[in-house]
């Protein structure tokens, strides 16, 4: 006969199995999930080397390239601005690096290189937008005539414009020798613009700006650029706007340009000024301009290509 005791022991027995079970069959599950987990880890090490060591390989690929277009560049824009003069003209945010590699460039062409013009950081600043306006009008020389747009930067290049520029159509300076200094300085005081020692009106314009534009007042600051570089090309016989890297967003001068029919249909612009071939970009948009025509190159998609097809 089975006793009560043979029972309560059989059930024992079968709830230690299934225990034993459990764990024995938990530590293998275990053991394969560890398992698939580190070769998962070791396929995710060895993709993230592959990429490291691809990176690697096109920086120095890149690299290379910058190498190879500095020293051709020179080469490449060589006699395309020769007979004619040009002037710099630089926002604040633009290094004194970038300025040199640029000028150097210019004379590479053949470019008279009249004098830098160096904007100040109150320049594009919308807190000084009202300041900028009165001293634009307090310094305007007799015989020049300010843009009927009320807006900071037009009215800056209608000012700026006719100082730096020879007249289009006649190819004589705008304003007299002594009218010029008085107007650069006064801009200087209010830490607008500061012009180079000597400077003397140039046919064509550079109008350089760095990248992308961040803060609250970006869009604000990056029109002011814009519309200043279209009013300086309407000044003189053209103008080339050229930012680095980020220039070309919606809150760089150069999206803005590209954005606005009314200022892509005359003013030429390039978005990697940053780099050898960007530089070359922004001597063969020069001569563009002198021909009368404009485009707008480098590397972001707003571009119509590199460089522009220009030849003789």
Do not use: C, W
């Not at 590699?101 to 950081?121: C, N, Y």
């Not at 730096?164 to 006064?186: M, V, W």
């Amino acid at each position: 006969m089975i006793s009560l005791r043979y029972h309560i022991v059989s059930i024992a027995a079968v709830f230690l199995a299934l225990a034993v079970g459990v764990v024995v069959g938990s530590s293998s599950v275990s053991d394969r999930l560890l398992t698939g987990v580190g070769h998962e880890r070791q396929s995710l090490q060895d993709q993230v080397d592959d990429l490291r060591a691809e990176r690697t390989a096109l920086k120095a690929q890149v690299a290379a390239a910058e190498r190879v277009n500095s020293t051709i560049g020179p080469m490449a824009v060589q006699d395309q601005l020769a007979q004619r003069s040009v002037v710099l003209i630089a926002s604040a945010d633009v290094s004194e690096q970038q300025r040199d590699a640029v000028a150097q460039l210019l004379r590479a062409a053949g470019a008279d290189l009249t004098g830098e013009v160096h904007l100040g950081e109150a320049f594009a600043d919308p807190d000084r937008a009202d300041q900028l306006r009165r001293v634009v009008t307090e310094l305007l020389p007799a015989g020049v005539q300010l843009p009927t747009a009320a807006d900071p930067g037009t009215l800056a290049g209608g000012l700026i414009g006719p100082l730096t520029l020879l007249n289009p159509q006649s190819g004589q300076p705008q304003t007299g020798d002594q009218e010029r200094e008085a107007a650069l300085a006064g801009l200087a005081d209010g830490g607008f613009a500061m012009a180079s020692p000597g400077l003397r009106p140039a046919q064509l314009a550079v109008v350089l700006t760095g990248g992308r534009i961040d803060g609250d007042s970006a869009g604000d600051r990056a029109a002011t650029l814009a519309r200043f570089a279209t009013q300086i090309d309407r000044a003189g016989q053209g103008a080339v706007l050229a930012g680095d890297t980020g220039s070309a967003d919606g809150t760089g001068a150069v999206g803005v340009a590209r954005a606005d029919p009314a200022i892509s249909s005359i003013l030429s612009t390039v978005d990697n000024v940053g780099s050898s071939s960007g530089r070359v970009a922004v001597v063969l948009a020069v001569r563009e301009q002198a021909d009368r025509q404009s485009g707008h190159y480098g590397v972001a998609s707003s571009a119509q290509g590199p460089v522009p097809n220009t030849r003789g």
